[in-house]
C-alpha cells in the first residue's frame, strides 16, 4: 500500500493554515512521529482576497494562483488536497475539473459531520465571511441535507466581517464578548448548531478554549476528515477538546 500524502493550498490566511497544520499533528492518535499523515504544505499568503472578488469580480482573481498552486501540489505526488479556508470554495468545482486529485470539501464535510452526529438538528446558523454567505456556499449544502439554516443579520455580518479580518488577521485580540454575542442571536433564532465557517473563527474558538458541541469548527472537522482519507486514526472529539488549550500559537 502506497503512502498517502496530504497536500495543503494554504496561506489564506496564513494563521489559519499554520493552526490547521497543528491540529493534523494533534488530532491524530499517535506515539511517534511515523504515526502521523506526511504532509506537503504551500503556505501562499499573497492569493488574493477570496471575499473581495465574490463581492466585485473586478477586483484580482484568485483561481488562477490556486489552480497553480493545486497543479503544483498534484506533481509533488500528494493524494488529496486540503484548502483550510471556507470562502475559497466558491471555486471548489473549477479547482477540482483542474487536478484529478481528490479536493477535500470543508463545507460538504462540516454539514455532514453534523447530520451525521446530531439526527436532531433542524436548524444550522452560519458564521462566515461576507463571501461564504454570498456565495451561499453553506446554505446549498444545508438545503441539499434538508437542514434549514440562518445566517447574521445586516449589523452582524458586519461586526463579523471586523472580528475577521480587522482583528484575527490583523494579529488582533479578538473581541470574544461580540463573538459570543452573535452566536447567542443565532441561538435565539432557533440554531440547534452553529457553523464557525471561517478560518479565522477557528481561530477563536482555540484561543478562548471553547467547549461546546452546539459550536463546531470547521477546520476541526476538515482535519479530523484528513487523517481519516490518509490513512491513520484521528482521537475522538473530547480529547481533542483537552488538548486545544495547548495548541496556542503566540
Same mark, same amino acid.
Do not use: W
Given at each position: ?22 491540529? /493534523? ?6 506515539? &511517534? ?10 503556505? =501562499? ?11 466585485? $469580480?473586478?477586483? #484580482? $482573481?484568485?483561481? #488562477? ?5 493545486? %497543479? %503544483? ?28 486529485? #481528490? *479536493?477535500?470539501? *470543508? ?32 446554505? $446549498? ?31 488582533? #485580540? ?13 441561538? =435565539? ?6 457553523? %464557525? ?13 471553547? $467547549? ?14 484528513? *487523517?481519516?482519507? &490518509?490513512?491513520?486514526?484521528? *482521537? ?6 483537552? /488538548? ?7
Amino acid at each position: 500500500m502506497s503512502e498517502k500524502i496530504l497536500g495543503v493550498l494554504g496561506g489564506i490566511g496564513p494563521l489559519a493554515t499554520v493552526y490547521f497544520m497543528d491540529m /493534523l499533528v494533534k488530532m491524530t492518535d499517535a506515539d &511517534c512521529d511515523q504515526g502521523h499523515i506526511p504532509v506537503l504544505c504551500y503556505n =501562499h499568503s499573497t492569493i488574493p482576497d477570496r471575499t473581495e472578488y465574490i463581492l466585485d $469580480n473586478a477586483k #484580482p $482573481n484568485p483561481l #488562477p494562483v490556486m489552480e497553480n498552486d493545486a %497543479l %503544483l501540489l498534484e506533481k509533488a505526488g500528494v493524494s488529496h488536497i486540503a484548502i483550510p479556508c471556507n470562502t475559497a470554495h466558491y471555486f471548489y468545482e473549477q479547482l477540482q475539473k483542474k487536478v484529478n486529485v #481528490p *479536493i477535500i470539501n *470543508i463545507i460538504e464535510e462540516t454539514v455532514n459531520y453534523i447530520t451525521a452526529h446530531n439526527a436532531n438538528v433542524r436548524k444550522i446558523g452560519i458564521l462566515a465571511t461576507e463571501g461564504t454567505i454570498a456565495a451561499r456556499a453553506y446554505q $446549498n449544502v444545508c438545503a441539499a441535507h434538508g437542514v434549514d439554516y440562518a445566517t447574521p443579520n445586516d449589523f452582524d455580518k458586519k461586526s463579523l466581517m471586523n472580528i475577521i479580518y480587522h482583528q484575527v488577521k490583523a494579529g488582533k #485580540p479578538a473581541d470574544f464578548e461580540e463573538f459570543m454575542r452573535i452566536i447567542g442571536v443565532m441561538k =435565539h433564532e432557533g440554531c440547534d448548531a452553529v457553523i %464557525l465557517g471561517c478560518t479565522e473563527l477557528s481561530i477563536i474558538h482555540r484561543d478562548f478554549n471553547m $467547549n461546546r458541541p452546539d459550536v463546531v469548527d470547521s477546520l476541526e472537522v476538515l482535519a479530523r476528515r484528513c *487523517i481519516e482519507l &490518509c490513512g491513520k486514526k484521528p *482521537i475522538s472529539p473530547r480529547a481533542n477538546t483537552e /488538548l486545544r488549550a495547548d495548541t496556542t500559537l503566540r
